[in-house]
Structure formats: C-alpha cells, structure tokens
C-alpha cells in the first residue's frame, strides 16, 4: 500500500562594539542563526513526520473500511439466508443485492454492484455527486481490468474526485460462466484536504514561533556573551602600572567559571608584577650599596699614593666579588622557573644525607650531627637537591657559634620524604617564619652576615622544582625549652604522585600532603458463492 502524509543584556564598562571576529559575523550573530537552524529543521521535521503519520492513518482506516465490507459480504455469503426461500444463497444477483440494500456506506464511500450478465449496476451513497463516477473512462476501465482478478486499485488525481480507491470483488455461480461483482469506491480526498489544512495551520504557527525562538536566542545570546564582551574590554584597559581591573561575576554557569579563572589569572598576574617590582626595588637597593662604595673610594682615591691603591684595590675588588655573588644568586633565581633546572632522577636518601654532612663539616667549626635516615629514594637533582641543604647548613653555621649543634636527618612519612637541617642557635622568630624565604627577606641580622637574603629563596625555588614544600619549626628542646631552629624539606617519595604544590607551608610542620504509492500490485482472488477459501489481496506497501 502506498504511504501519502496528512494532519536583559548587559554593557561593556568601555565599548559597546559587537564581539566580532576579524572579517565574519559576529559570535551573537551565528549563536542566533545556528539556534534558528535547528529550530527550523526541528519544526520542519515534526511537520514533516505529522504529515507521513496522518496519511498512513488515513489509508490504514481505508484499508480496514474496505476489510470491513468484505468481511459483511463474506459473512452474508456463508452463513446468512435468502429471506425469500430461507435457505443459504445461490444466486449471485440476489447476494449482490441483499447486501447493497442492507449496508450503508460512509460519507467518503461508494457501494456498486455489477450483477452477472449485463445488467445496469447499482450504486449506493451519501455523496450526491457519488454516482458520476459510473460514467467515467478511467473507472470504468479500472472496473473491466479487475473484473476477473479482482483487487485494489488507487487512482492518484483522479479529477474531480482526487485520490480515489477502488476495490472490485468477483462473484460467480458454480453453475454459471457469467460473474457479477461488488465494488467498493473510497473517496480520500476530503481527508487529504482536512490532513493539509492542518498542515497549513502548523505552518503558520512554526513560523510565529520560529520568529519567536530567534528574537528569544538574540536576546539570551548576547546576554550569555556580556562576560566575554567585558572580559575583551577589561584586557583592553589593563596596562603593566594597573592590573587591578577585575570582571563581573554574575550567575553560576559556564560563563561564570571562565570569568572566575580570568579573574584568578590576573591576581597571579598581579601579584607576579607586584612581586617583580619589588624584586627589582630590592636589588637595585641592594647594588645601590656596592656602587656607592666603589664610586666614593675611587673619587678620593690618589694615585700618587702606593699604599692607598693597594688598600683600595683590595676593597674594591671585594666589593665586586659581593655584588659578582649577588647577580650570580639573582640568576639562579631567575633560571629557577626554567623547565631544565634540575634534572630528576633516583636519589638514595641516606647516601644524600651522609654526603650533606661531609660536605658541611668545612663550613665552620661546630658539633656536625647525623639523625639517621629511614632510607627511601626521592625523584630529584642530587647536586641542586644538596646545594639547597648546603645552604641550609651554611645558614645554620651563621646563626651559631663554636659548640653549637648543627645536625642533618630524613625520614620517610607515608608517601613523602622529609630531609631537614637543625640547630641549637638563635632560631627563628614566629613573626618572621614566612619572610625569609622571601626574596631578600632576612630575620636575626648577627654581625659579619654579608648575606644579601636571597639563600632561603633558592631554597625555596629548588625544593619547589622538586614538587616539594620547605618550612621552619622550632628546634629539639633543651632543658624543656625549645632551642633553635629545623628546617624542612618535604618532597614526594619516588614513584607517588609529582603534582607541584599551590603554596608551600612556612610556619607549622605539615599534617598532610597534596597527594572527567502511487500505483498497487492488482493481485487478488475472486470470490465464489460457494468456494470461498481464498483471501483478498492489498495494495504493496
């Protein structure tokens, strides 16, 4: 059988220009035409599968219309008796006209008998134009062609009627070669017209709503699309003396978290600009010194004078030597953000220790201890790995005096390892626990320091290079009391997880650690008045 169908925006701070890419539409722009796209093809869809849908049920009701008087005839046919003789029928005439007289067609149906010979049919309808058909060529040749096979046949622009069914059932007389026929005419067009008429209204409210969803996607769009108009005109206005410009947080959507990341990009910008600025505040104080020196002795300087050359020299030549280890700290800072840096690899624990310890015993006269290890390895750059103790040892030897206990130790703690350098000297002021390992952030000053403050910064750079964490405490109890300072180095054990901490703890021994159809087949079987076994057949589907 042949399937046919049926039934608020916000503003920029600055610019209230489009956000347009160079040389195309702007994003607003295809947001909106992408949305009316797809709620175009939505509603064109939807119409689309109403129409197939509706014109299946209206040839489904045909086809059961149609079932349904074949299955009257059939029934009259075998089991009804003749009123006349009140026996089972044997004339085919009669049959025929029993039930024309008993049935009463639809509106879009027409019954017609052919009775054997060549009588005038007989037609039955409530449609008064109905019976017109009877005198058409095109019916009638359907008639004469399926009068012996019987079948169904669709008429497609069948004028004036439209889309018409015509079903022709033989029946013949065992006793007699002459066959009448009953024919059913099913008339579609009104439910054609009524399936187009829907079709036409939903066409009119789709695009009243089609209009509707591209005024609404425009609107919403751009409001989704203020953040990052803001967000392009915020980078516009930012300049390297004012970072301080932040953008809006409105609503928790996706939106909202780009924004929340920008903003937190811009404090690190912020605070690293910041942090730049007083690196370069410092330094520059702290050459300012050396200069100044230099510049004065050689200003008084006489050169007719042979002891004061020489004694000049020799100050000056250790004044370059201060300001040559200075710039060498400052460029080790510099390269300490490098990804070539350190060079990791798997470092025993004890032998790192062991080798700190005879390495510092030339810093200076004091008692040199050895904690212990609990063995481990770390994943680390031996030799910056040990130049970071060797300055916390160096720093030690600085803050004691002869006899004082300067000792170095590890142990492995779950999944970290901790290495630390301890004293008995002056230890380390609560208040200034977070500062030294600031850039140029001193504490206890003892005479003869020449330090510049940098030593505990490039600690601190090379245990971060090494995904670690630093941190001071106060030093083993003597007498009950606590007594100087330990300074600890925690890094990751080999083979656990390397991610690099977002602050290292400065004050307080660590507890934890950091660890997605047109035309139908005409087949069907006439039905005879006493051999009716057979079964009509259907237009292909």
């Known amino acids: 059988m042949t399937t046919g169908t049926t039934t608020g925006t916000t503003e920029a701070p600055r610019s209230r220009r489009p956000w347009r890419l160079p040389g195309g539409f702007s994003v607003r722009t295809r947001i909106t035409v992408v949305i009316t796209l797809l709620a175009a093809l939505s509603l064109a869809g939807a119409g689309l599968l109403v129409y197939v849908l509706e014109s299946a049920r209206v040839e489904r009701q045909t086809t059961e219309q149609v079932q349904q008087e074949i299955a009257e005839f059939r029934e009259l046919q075998l089991r009804g008796d003749d009123p006349e003789t009140g ?6 005439p009669r049959l025929l006209e029993l039930f024309i007289a008993r ?42 062609d399926l009068e012996d096979t019987g079948g169904t046949r669709v008429l497609e622009d069948f004028d004036p009627y439209g889309e018409t069914w015509v079903t022709v059932l033989p029946v013949q007389e065992e006793d007699r070669d002459e066959a009448g026929a009953l024919v059913i005419v099913n008339f579609l067009d009104d439910e054609r017209s009524e399936i187009t008429d829907t079709i036409r209204t939903y066409a009119i409210v789709a695009l009243l709503s089609l209009g509707l969803i591209v005024l609404l996607a425009g609107t919403q769009s751009g409001r989704l699309l203020a953040p990052l108009r803001t967000l392009r005109d915020t980078a516009e206005d930012i300049r390297t003396t004012d970072l301080s410009r932040r953008i809006p947080e409105r609503g928790n959507d996706d939106i909202t978290a780009l924004t929340r990341t920008v903003n937190t990009m811009l404090d690190r910008l912020e605070d690293g600009f910041g942090a730049q600025r007083q690196f370069l505040d410092d330094a520059g104080h702290e050459l300012k010194t ?18 004061e050359v020489t004694e000049t020299r020799e100050l000056l030549l250790e004044e370059i030597d201060r300001m040559s280890r200075l710039v060498g700290d400052l460029i080790l800072l510099a390269k300490a953000d490098r990804p070539d840096f350190t060079t990791l690899r798997p470092v025993p624990v004890a032998g790192l220790v062991r080798g700190v310890l005879a390495k510092a015993r030339g810093l200076g006269d004091r008692v040199w201890h050895d904690d212990g290890s609990d063995g481990g390895t770390v994943l680390a750059d031996e030799q910056r790995l040990t130049q970071a103790l060797l300055q916390l040892a160096d720093n030690a030897v600085k803050h004691t005096g002869p006899g004082d206990l300067v000792a170095v130790g590890s142990e492995v703690v779950g999944d970290r390892v901790r290495l630390w350098v301890r004293d008995t000297g002056d230890g380390v002021p609560e208040a200034d626990r977070d500062r030294i390992f600031q850039r140029f952030g001193r504490s206890i000053v003892r005479q003869g320091d020449e330090g510049f403050g940098l030593g505990l910064s490039i600690v601190s750079a090379i245990v971060a290079a090494h995904h670690g964490t630093v941190h001071v405490e106060d030093g083993e109890p003597v007498d009950g009391r606590p007594r100087g300072s330990r300074f600890v180095l925690t890094l990751p054990h080999e083979g656990a997880p390397t991610t690099a901490p977002t602050s290292a703890p400065t004050s307080a021994h660590p507890s934890a650690h950091p660890s997605a159809a ?8 006439p039905l005879p008045v006493v051999r009716t076994s ?7 589907s």
């Open 518 to 525: 047109d035309q139908a087949p005409e087949t069907t079987t």
């Open 103 to 144: 049935n009463v067609p639809d509106d879009d149906e027409m019954l017609v008998i052919y009775p054997p010979g060549a009588g005038a049919p007989t037609a039955r309808t409530p449609n008064p134009n109905g019976e017109e058909i009877l005198r058409e060529e095109r019916y009638r040749s359907t008639v004469a």
């Open 534 to 540: 057979e079964e009509h057949s259907w237009p292909a």
């Open 290 to 307: 050396p200069l100044t020196v230099l510049r004065g002795h050689l200003e008084l300087l006489d050169p007719d004078d042979a002891a």
């Open 87 to 92: 026996e089972p029928f044997t004339s085919a």
